[in-house]
């Protein structure tokens, strides 16, 4: 287990190159300028400006000299916010979006492992209609709409939750409903089909023949197979979760990384849009890997290769 997560750990830096190189071209070659919003600006001062971020040097040269700034941690600054550091807008960004897809992730999984067991334990029943209908609807909703319902109906009708801003634990509340419902659908669908398949094996059939009762059998011998495929999901929905949702973070007005990558594009700040790719490929690679190593600590009949 140790000589895999070292094996992947390692194609890690490849991948993250890959990701650098391929997001730095994409964003120089994008139409526009980054200082297009400076009015009146002299020749002058643009070729200053040009020079200060060493975007008058070959396209090449660039790259290395970023390369050569990221292996020393220095993500460069950016050309949008006036003297602040991509490594500063990012420490300061990630922790928002971190805290509320933590609590997005736990609701996802905690509401949607229950209502995928319910839903399989009494199969074909009101509840299990009732709670797959659920499941379609989240699936189904956008989440502008949801999220525009939720501050109707609990920051305008009931006045239960602040409706925008960042303030504290009761301006998580609707954001995070609203950034976990369609994972809670996910999840829930994905356990409800494998606790099915996995209550008709054969160990299954063998218990309830010697008896077992239909509770244990489903909460105790058929769970913890069931939820092998949830872990796999679990993987890259963790990144996208903890990393934030753009729309979420902007009808709320949360000051996460998600809106700064907005940002990054609309205003092509070149480096803080690298930087932000940077991460959200080391958050995913991660997350895909924990989910890999979880999988194998799961279930017992997977072994990696030494």
Same mark, same amino acid.
């Given at each position: 287990?140790?000589?895999?997560?070292?094996?992947?750990? %390692?194609?890690?830096?490849?991948?993250? %190159?890959? $990701?650098?190189? %391929?997001?730095? $071209?994409?964003?120089?070659?994008?139409?526009?300028?980054?200082?297009?919003?400076?009015?009146?600006?002299?020749?002058?001062?643009?070729?200053?400006?040009?020079?200060?971020?060493?975007?008058?040097?070959?396209?090449?040269?660039?790259?290395?000299?970023?390369?050569?700034?990221?292996?020393?941690?220095?993500?460069?600054?950016?050309?949008?916010?006036?003297?602040?550091?991509?490594?500063?807008?990012?420490?300061?960004?990630?922790? *928002?979006?971190?805290?509320?897809?933590? /609590?997005?992730?736990?609701?996802?999984?905690?509401?949607?492992?229950? /209502?995928?067991?319910?839903? =399989?334990?009494?199969?074909?029943?009101?509840?299990?209609?009732?709670? &797959?209908?659920?499941? &379609?609807?989240?699936?189904?909703?956008?989440?502008?709409?949801?999220?525009?319902? &939720?501050?109707?109906?609990?920051? /305008?009708?009931?006045?239960?939750?602040?409706?925008?801003?960042?303030?504290?634990?009761?301006?998580?509340?609707?954001? +995070?409903?609203?950034?976990? =419902?369609?994972?809670?659908?996910? $999840?829930?669908?994905?356990?409800?089909?494998?606790?099915?398949? *996995? %209550?008709?094996?054969?160990? $299954?059939?063998? =218990?309830? +023949?010697?008896?077992? +009762?239909?509770?244990?059998?489903?909460?105790?011998? =058929?769970?913890?197979?069931?939820?092998?495929?949830?872990?796999?999901?679990?993987?890259?929905? +963790?990144?996208?979760?903890?990393?934030? #949702?753009?729309?979420?973070?902007?009808?709320?007005?949360?000051?996460?990384?998600?809106?700064?990558?907005?940002?990054?594009?609309?205003?092509?700040?070149?480096?803080?849009?690298?930087?932000?790719?940077?991460?959200?490929?080391?958050?995913?690679?991660?997350?895909?890997?924990? #989910?890999?190593?979880?999988?194998?600590?799961?279930?017992?009949?997977?072994?990696?290769?030494?």
């Amino acid at each position: 287990m140790i000589n895999y997560i070292f094996r992947r750990i %390692l194609i890690f830096i490849p991948v993250l %190159l890959c $990701i650098i190189l %391929l997001t730095f $071209i994409l964003v120089h070659n994008a139409p526009g300028s980054p200082f297009a919003a400076e009015k009146h600006i002299s020749d002058e001062t643009l070729a200053a400006l040009q020079k200060q971020y060493g975007l008058d040097q070959p396209l090449y040269k660039q790259m290395l000299l970023y390369l050569k700034n990221v292996a020393h941690g220095n993500l460069g600054l950016s050309m949008n916010y006036t003297d602040r550091s991509v490594n500063e807008i990012i420490f300061q960004a990630l922790p *928002v979006s971190m805290r509320l897809g933590t /609590f997005a992730l736990v609701l996802a999984v905690f509401f949607g492992i229950l /209502f995928g067991v319910l839903s =399989a334990y009494k199969r074909n029943t009101f509840l299990d209609h009732a709670a &797959m209908g659920m499941a &379609m609807i989240g699936i189904s909703i956008p989440s502008f709409v949801l999220a525009s319902f &939720m501050i109707l109906i609990f920051s /305008f009708y009931i006045k239960l939750f602040p409706a925008v801003g960042w303030a504290g634990p009761k301006y998580m509340v609707l954001p +995070a409903l609203t950034l976990a =419902a369609p994972y809670v659908a996910y $999840i829930s669908r994905i356990t409800r089909a494998s606790l099915i398949e *996995v %209550l008709s094996q054969d160990y $299954i059939t063998a =218990a309830r +023949a010697k008896g077992v +009762a239909e509770r244990p059998l489903v909460f105790t011998h =058929a769970l913890k197979n069931g939820l092998i495929p949830v872990i796999s999901f679990l993987g890259p929905a +963790a990144a996208y979760v903890l990393t934030g #949702s753009v729309v979420v973070e902007k009808i709320f007005a949360i000051p996460g990384l998600g809106v700064n990558f907005v940002h990054s594009a609309l205003h092509r700040d070149y480096f803080l849009a690298v930087g932000c790719a940077l991460v959200y490929g080391v958050i995913l690679m991660f997350f895909n890997l924990l #989910s890999d190593v979880l999988y194998g600590i799961v279930d017992p009949r997977i072994r990696y290769e030494k």
